[in-house]
DNA sequence: CCAAAAGTGTTTCACGTACACCCATGC
DNA sequence: GCATGGGTGTACGTGAAACACTTTTGG
C-alpha cells in the first residue's frame, strides 16, 4: 500500500503528453496509442502520463515517449501546458504538452515496441482523440508549420544522410505548399549548412541522388555571428 | 482550519508567474514586486502565486496580476512553464509563465495600486530576482523581441492613439537597433492597418505630431487572407 | 532505348536599404 | 527667429520568383 500525501488546499494532478511527428514518403505522420484504460478507453491518444514529483517536465515527457512507444533519443521541445478546468473528466489535471521529431525511416513505421497498441496516422486523417488532445495536435501542428521556416529543426524528421529530394519533400508536406525545385537548392545551398557528401542514394529505379548532412556545428557557428535560418 | 487534501501519489504545487512588460519614453520595462515573505524575503520577484484547483490558468494569472498589482485587461500570453525540481526549495512547485503587456502611458509608472511594493524597473537594469525568475525573464525577453517582428504585438504597449514616432520607438527598444525612419514609416504604412486620424499630439514643445490607431479588424480580416505581418 | 528523377542558370520584379532637406510649431 | 522634431522621395542593390532542358541511371 502506498503512503498518503497530505495537503492544505486541493492541488492538480501534473501530467506531460507528446505529439511525435514523423515523415514518411507519402505524409507527415503523428503517432497515437490506444487507450486501454476508462477514461476514453478504446479511444486514440497522444502519448503521456503523470510527471513523478522528483523529475523534471522534460525528463517525463521523454520517459512516458519511451515506455508507452519505445522511442527515445529524439528532438524534444515543450509546446504548450494546457489547463483548462475540465479537460479531464476524473479530476483538474493540467498537462504540459511536448512535440518531438522522429525520423520515420529509422523507426519500425508499423508501430512501437510496446504492449500497448501504437500506431502512426497520416495528419490529416486521425481518429477523433481522447481528452483535448484533438486540440494539443492542432497547436502542434500550428508550431511546426511555423517554426520549421525559421529553425533548422526539419532536419530532425530525416535520416542523417538525406537527398535534395527528401528535404524540399519535407517542407513541401510541412507547409503543404509546392516549391520550386531550382530555387529550392539555390537557397538552402547558399546558406553553406550541409556538407556534401561523396555518396549517393541507393536502389532506386532511376539516376542516384547525392547525399547531404546538415552541419550543425557550423549552424551554432554562424546562429552566433547573427545569421538567420530561413526557409 | 482548512480541510485536507490527500493523494495517493505526492503532487507538485502549480503556480503561475506573469512577465510584465511596459514602455516609457527612455526604456522597455518590467514590473516586479518586493516579497514580504520568506522563502526570499526582501527579493524582488515577478508577480504571480498558486492555481487554484478550479481555476483554469490563464485566469489565475490574470488574478494575480490584478490581487498583487492592479493591473487588469491587458495583452496575456503563456510563455512557458518551468519545472525544475528544485526550483523552490520549499518543495516541488511547477509554474506556468505567463507575460503581459501594458501601455505605460495610462498607468501609473511609479508603482502598483497594491500594499506589497511593486515597481518598474528598466530591463537592463534589473535586481537579482528570487528563484529561478531571472530565467523566465529573460525567457520572456527574448520572446518579445522575436516575436514583436512577426506579430502586431507592440500596439499593445502603447496607448489607443499613437505617433509614428513612438511606434518606431517602440520598435527600436524592443529590438535594441536604430531603424531608419523614412523606412520605418514606409513599410509601416503600406500596410495599411494604420488608422490616420484628424488629430495631433498635445504639450510638445515643437510640431505635433500626427496620431494614428491599429486597425485590428482588418488585420483580423488580412490574415485570414494569408497576409502576414512583420517589420 | 525508354522511363524517371537528378541536376543546372538566367531574367524579372519586388522589396529592403541608404540617404538629406524643408516644414510646422512652440517658445 | 531659432530650436526641435515632423514629414517626405529616389536611387541602388539584393534576393525572391518564374521558368525548361539536358544528364544519368536502372530496367
Redesign the interface.
Known sequence: M?R???????????TVDCVVFGLDAEDLKVLLIQRDIPPFEGRWALPGG?????????DAAMRELSEETGIRDVFLE?L??F???DRDPRE?V?T?AYYALVNLQGHDVAGATDARSAAWFALDDTPPLAFDHDQILKTAHDRLRGKVRYQPIGFELLPEKFTLRQLQNLYEKVLDRPLDKRNFRKKILGMGLLEELDEVEHDVAHRAARLYRFDRKKYERLTKQGFNFEI
Open positions: 502506498k498518503k500525501h497530505t495537503y492544505k488546499f486541493p492541488r492538480a494532478a501534473l503523470f510527471v513523478r514529483v522528483d523529475e523534471k517536465l522534460e515543450q504548450y501546458t489547463g483548462a478546468v483538474r493540467v504540459v
